[in-house]
């Protein structure tokens, strides 16, 4: 989900708050209840400030077509699977996933002074959106939040020495608070994404390694394969070399997705959805706050600092770049990657609303 | 810590609990008080019958060093640093970590029927050794494990982009229950392990790949380079193709670690050591075992019978083929690597222990 990169220097910039009040007055007309329409609009836009472009509003004319066809539920609750206070099970029956990780963060936020550690699962989720989105809101509350999440109707990337999808590329993002800005860790199990895949093979474009392989096993950066019949897989991260390490990743995230959540691939669900497992730990619970950032502040500084390699500019910590894109965003808005209006303004049209300015 | 390789099949064989016991023996004449001989010697040869060679026995000689220097303490028990039931932290106050996790680990299945999720913090723990060990302990009563480790005194591992070494490879392993046998996930943020580049350092020989960077940034296979001035580093997963995936993965180890754990790299530590996090997660307090086993043992088999990459003989799980090894050795006996009981043979004659036969 980090492979994608902002649009270039002269797309139009929009104000973020307009882009949040256009894809808002778009999902509550599509039929979100509630805040649900807000708090979806909120976070995909916080994807675009981020540079998260194929995770942002890129997203929500997909989700709008969902809602039309009622593959994403509009309205209610998720149902209680189970609840033993510090460990929550969700049914999410197909609301939209960025609403209910939305909603799960805040249950576990409110949970965590008393446990020190909540973990929420959360089956029959619609797709959450960019993950990285949500951690700065555990972090600014001194949380320490992992996020996991799996499609287990979809499948692209094939266990380690195979040749079948088995996984989807389960993207894992992590939250570290620190004594300055937060670490944003978002990674995946493969190398790299369905939705930058999706987006090369649709404008010709190639990987800018191999990351992929044919049905026959044979590396390529060619995104086609993806699309062929039979179709390739993306290869999990450590490609041929060492992919042992990133089907190891997989097979966690498939398991705590849909293992504790009692709903996956053994149940070969239809329609575009997510399995999510989300994680807060209060260091707090731990040795204490001040002793938890005083060490992951001193990690983030001898990072920073760090010598780079010969045509490195400087050593980033993961999130940096996204938290400055976005207050430079906030700041001086922000440039949507080219054809994401465009794909909202039949969606505007059909439901009178005014596109952004 | 799963790039070694069982020894070749000429080599004497030994039953297990020969092993155990002379390994206990010798741990329990250098001082080791109560149970913790005995379960340092269990855990170290457990992980020779599971074909982690670099981390069974051959840990044994050094143990004993660092017991002679003081730098492992030898008795008492771990300091209660704070305590909120499903979240405690212990202070190791330097004794075998191999101990301090098997206690730990006991501690989180007690509480873990009550909590659902239970998560454990060690600080100033000596080393830990094959962080795959243990996992059995947790899938055989039904639970889920994540066991994260690493070394706040030393560091080879630089991040992405970077040529200094701020994190050592920071281990992970994840225990997983299925309908049959466990998927026991072992992987580190680094591609290789400094338990390898060592022998191989010794032994003369080169990594597979270039798996290491030199002090200027240049990739090599040379493991010499790690024991240069100045030294290179490990490779995090990913390599320089990918290596931000690795980075992210070691910032979160030693975020939950030496964050959690309240001691770390921020304390400028010395001597060979660990800080440990440890979490058990309750299939039961979810969505119930039966659902679990169903997820994952699905997802088990169709990468067990998921078609091969040219060159690959079938697809395994992560621990199938340490489980087989480990049986056929319990059947068989176990042949070491050569060399490690070699560089025990000292200590037996010192301690009047005699060589297992």
Redesign the interface.
């Known amino acids: 989900m980090?492979h994608d990169h902002a649009a270039g220097g002269n797309a139009p910039r929009h104000r973020p708050g307009d882009l949040v009040a256009f894809a808002s007055a778009l999902l509550a007309r599509a039929g979100l209840d509630g805040d649900k329409a807000a708090v979806v609009a909120e976070l995909l836009v916080d994807a675009d400030l981020m540079g998260h472009t194929t995770h942002g509003l890129q997203l929500c004319a997909p989700y709008l077509r969902e809602l039309e066809t009622g593959s994403m539920a509009r309205t209610g609750m998720p149902e209680v699977?189970?609840d033993?206070g510090?460990?929550l099970?969700l049914d999410g029956h197909r609301l939209p996933g960025v609403w209910l990780t939305a909603h799960a963060l805040d249950l576990a936020l409110e949970r965590l002074p008393r446990?020190?550690?909540?973990?929420v699962?959360i089956?029959n989720s619609h797709h959450i959106g960019c993950l990285a989105a949500f951690l700065r809101r555990a972090t600014e509350r001194g949380a320490?939040m992992?996020l996991f999440s799996s499609d287990p109707a979809a499948a692209s990337v094939?266990?380690?020495?195979?040749?079948?999808a088995?996984f989807t590329p389960d993207p894992v993002a992590?939250g570290?608070p620190t004594d300055g800005d937060p670490?944003l860790?978002?990674?995946?199990a493969s190398?790299t994404t369905n939705g930058l895949t999706g987006r090369l093979h649709r404008e010709g474009g190639r990987l800018p390694?191999p990351?992929l392989?044919d049905a026959?096993?044979n590396p390529t950066d060619d995104p086609g394969v993806l699309f062929a019949d039979p179709p390739g897989t993306i290869l999990p991260?450590?490609?041929l070399?060492?992919g042992?390490?990133?089907?190891?990743?997989a097979?966690?995230v498939?398991?705590?997705t849909?293992?504790?959540?009692?709903?996956?691939?053994?149940d070969a669900p239809k329609g575009w959805g997510a399995s999510v497992y989300l994680?807060l730990?209060?260091?707090e619970?731990?040795?204490?706050t001040p002793?938890?950032?005083?060490?992951?502040?001193?990690?983030a500084e001898?990072?920073r600092s760090?010598?780079?390699?010969?045509g490195?500019a400087?050593?980033?910590?993961?999130g940096q770049q996204g938290l400055a894109r976005r207050r430079e965003a906030m700041e001086h808005g922000v440039a949507l990657h080219p054809g994401i209006l465009e794909s909202l303004r039949d969606w505007a049209g059909r439901f009178g609303v005014d596109m952004p300015a």
Chains 1, 2 share one sequence.
């Open positions: 980090t699977v189970s033993r510090g460990v099970t446990h020190g550690l909540v973990g699962a089956r320490m992992l094939a266990p380690f020495g195979g040749t079948r088995v992590v570290i670490i860790v978002d990674v995946s190398i390694h990351w392989m026959q096993g991260v450590g490609g070399d060492h042992h390490k990133g089907y190891g990743l097979l966690t498939e398991a705590v849909q293992g504790l959540g009692g709903f996956g691939r053994a994680q730990m209060d260091p619970a731990f040795a204490g002793a938890f950032v005083r060490q992951t502040g001193w990690i001898a990072c760090n010598p780079p390699r010969p490195v400087a050593v980033r910590l993961p």
